[in-house]
């Protein structure tokens, strides 16, 4: 069945009071909600639910919200094209090495060498497949956080098509939480962690930020890898901080080199220390201590 995303702009201040009325409203129905800053000069924010069925009165529900909020709003419906991504996005693409990790798809099968750590990746619709700078530096962080403390667990908040969590378990062995605020992107997240061999280690739930039960069940962690943008990542700083044990790790990605200091800054005053900086390609990868 195809999947229609629901969708609005407003100001951060109208999107954070319409994202909250809408969780609260759809929490029992199990809908995966987000907002996404879309334009910070012009303050533009994107709420977004995505549904399958009933659209139509899941669209009249959103509508009597706003109207409840005296925040009338033009809601737009998007279909989520069913597309073979996996053949369209990977058609060129050459395989990553970071340490002793070996993303590729399909097509470089026979580049693996002796030792790699080898993550197989068919992920066109879920960001990261370490073919970005903020993917591969995770990756050489983790290999060298996770080498070095020995984590017995993990989280991979906003885990794309689920890189970072299959290399995680790859590596260390070790149960990991794998979320991501887009249902598609989840989907991806399970189809790869099936495809290495790692869907027992690795659970793949839709959640936004940290709003989902399975973080009350799941947490605290070791270890937390979130490779998303620098804003939200500064916003998030209070409930990393109530996430994770105390003495844990934090690896931060999505992060342009300018926007380093204030990203550190936003964590140190939740407690943690800034370790390393590995920079590659203008963007930089931040280790931090609970």
């Known amino acids: 069945m195809a999947q229609i995303r629901l969708h609005l702009t407003a100001g951060k201040a109208e999107a954070d009071r319409i994202f909250a009325a809408l969780d609260a409203a759809f929490e029992d129905d199990g ?3 987000a907002v996404l800053e879309v334009d910070e000069a012009a303050d533009i924010h994107e709420v977004s639910l995505y549904a399958e069925s009933d659209v139509d009165a899941v669209e009249a529900r959103i509508n009597d919200i706003l109207a409840g909020l005296a925040l009338p709003k033009q809601v737009e419906r998007e279909a989520l094209p069913d597309i073979d991504w996996v053949a369209r996005s990977l058609e060129g693409l050459k395989p990553v090495r970071a340490g002793r990790f070996f993303v590729h798809g399909a097509h470089d099968r ?5 030792g790699d750590l080898a993550i197989e990746i068919e992920a066109g619709l879920a960001f990261g497949t370490g073919h970005h700078g903020t993917t591969a530096g995770c ?7 996770v080498l070095r403390e020995r ?3 993990a989280l991979d908040l906003g885990t794309g098509s689920a890189v970072l969590a299959i290399a995680l378990t790859k590596l260390a062995h070790i149960p990991v939480l794998a979320t991501d605020i887009d249902p598609v992107a989840v989907r991806v997240a399970a189809a790869n962690a099936r495809l290495n061999h ?3 280690l690795v659970e793949t739930v839709t959640a936004p ?3 989902h039960p399975i973080f009350a069940r799941r947490a605290p962690f070791d270890l ?3 490779n998303i943008l620098a804003r939200p ?3 998030l700083a209070p409930q990393m901080a109530r996430h994770i044990r105390l003495g844990g790790s934090l690896v931060l990605s999505g992060i342009l080199d300018r926007q380093r200091d204030a990203v550190i800054s936003a964590y140190v005053g939740q407690s943690f220390r800034h370790v390393r900086t590995l920079h590659r390609e203008g963007w930089v990868t931040i280790h931090l201590k609970r």
Do not use: C, Y
């Open 110 to 114: 026979g580049k693996r060498r002796s």
């Open 151 to 153: 984590p017995r667990d």
């Open 31 to 33: 809908l995966p909600l």
């Open 209 to 211: 930020g940290f709003h």
């Open 233 to 235: 990542l500064m916003r």
């Open 198 to 200: 790692v869907k027992s």
């Open 224 to 226: 937390i890898v979130a």
């Open 139 to 145: 990756l050489e962080m983790l290999e060298q956080v």
